[in-house]
C-alpha cells in the first residue's frame, strides 16, 4: 500500500476487471503505520528466551517482508531494540506530511485529512458515479455517509493521542539521532520528543483558555463561558473543527476525548 511516487500509504481499489488502483487520499489511515511501534529494553529482549532467533528465523525465510519493517537486529539508545513497521526514511515521508501545515498539521493538532483537499477534492469514477472527497474543517455539507464529517478532515482526540505516544516510543530508540522538519518548511530540525510535546500542547489548547479568556473547543457556548458559575464547565466533545478547534458531535465524548487529561499531566 506504499505508493513511492507520492511517499504515502494508500487504500488499493479492486476493480471486477481486475485492475488495481491506488486512491490518492492522504488521510490519517496512511498515518496509522506509525502506531505499529514497540521499543525493548535490554534486559527484555535478552529475557525472552529465544526473540533474537526468531526474529534472525523471520528475516532469513521472508526477506521480502524483513526489509520492510524496522531494523530490529541494530541496537540503539540504551542496548533498545525497535520493533516497528516502518524503516526511518518512510517515517521521515510520513511525517513530512502529517508536519505540514498546508496538509495535516492544524494549530489544535492533526487534521484527518489533508488540507490539499479543500481547493481540489479527490473525485473517484465507479459504475458511472463519480465520489468525492473534500476537506471539510467541520461539520459534513452532505448527508451522504451518516452525516457528520466521518473524519473527512477535524480533529480527532483518540488518533492524536497514538500518534503522540508513538512518536514518543520512536523517540525512546533513536533518541537525539533522530530529528525531522518542524513545521515542514520551517528550517527547524526537532527530535522526535519535541515534536510529540508540540503536538501534545497544540491539542490541549483545544481546553485553555487563550489570551481572550476563551476555550477554542467551548466556542460554541458563549453564554456558559461568561458566567463564573458555569465558565469552568468543560465538555468532551466528539471532534474538533480543524481550523478553529471549536467542540463538534456529541458533547459527551468522554470514552476518547477526556485523554486529554493524560497529556496535561506533567511527564514523570
Avoid at 41 to 57: A, M, T, V
Avoid at 169 to 191: C, I
Avoid at 196 to 206: E, M, N, V
Wanted: hydrophobic content about 40%; glycine content about 8%.
Amino acid at each position: 500500500m506504499w505508493d513511492e511516487q507520492d511517499q504515502f500509504f494508500y487504500d488499493v481499489l479492486h476493480r471486477p476487471d481486475g485492475q488495481s488502483e491506488p486512491v490518492r487520499l492522504r488521510s490519517i489511515v496512511g498515518l496509522m503505520p506509525l502506531f505499529a511501534v514497540l521499543v525493548l529494553e535490554q534486559r527484555e529482549h535478552e529475557g525472552l528466551e529465544g526473540l533474537r532467533e526468531r526474529l534472525l528465523g523471520f528475516m532469513h525465510h521472508r526477506p521480502d517482508l524483513a526489509r520492510l519493517v524496522s531494523r530490529w537486529t541494530e541496537p540503539g539508545q540504551g542496548n533498545r531494540l525497535l520493533l516497528a513497521l516502518l524503516r526511518g526514511e518512510r517515517t521521515k515521508d510520513l511525517l513530512r506530511r502529517m508536519l505540514d501545515d498546508q496538509e495535516f498539521l492544524s494549530a489544535f493538532g492533526v487534521r484527518a485529512l489533508s488540507k490539499a483537499f479543500a481547493e481540489q477534492p479527490l473525485a473517484l469514477k465507479m459504475n458511472g458515479d463519480t465520489l468525492c472527497a473534500r476537506y471539510q474543517p467541520g461539520e459534513s455539507d452532505s448527508r451522504l455517509y451518516g452525516g457528520n464529517s466521518n473524519w473527512r478532515g477535524p480533529l480527532w482526540m483518540p488518533v492524536n493521542y497514538m500518534l503522540i505516544e508513538s512518536l514518543r516510543e520512536f523517540h525512546r530508540y533513536y533518541a537525539e539521532h533522530f530529528s525531522v522538519e518542524y513545521p515542514t518548511g520551517s528550517g527547524y530540525l526537532a527530535s522526535l520528543e519535541e515534536v510529540a510535546d508540540s503536538l501534545s500542547g497544540r491539542l490541549t489548547r483545544l481546553f485553555l483558555r487563550d489570551e481572550n479568556g476563551v476555550r477554542p473547543s467551548m466556542a460554541g457556548y458563549a453564554q456558559l463561558q461568561e458566567d463564573p458559575a458555569s465558565r469552568d464547565l468543560v465538555l468532551f466533545h466528539e471532534y474538533f473543527h480543524g481550523e478553529t478547534g471549536r467542540g463538534l458531535g456529541a458533547s459527551h465524548q468522554t470514552g476518547w476525548s477526556a485523554l486529554v487529561a493524560l497529556l496535561l499531566q506533567p511527564k514523570p
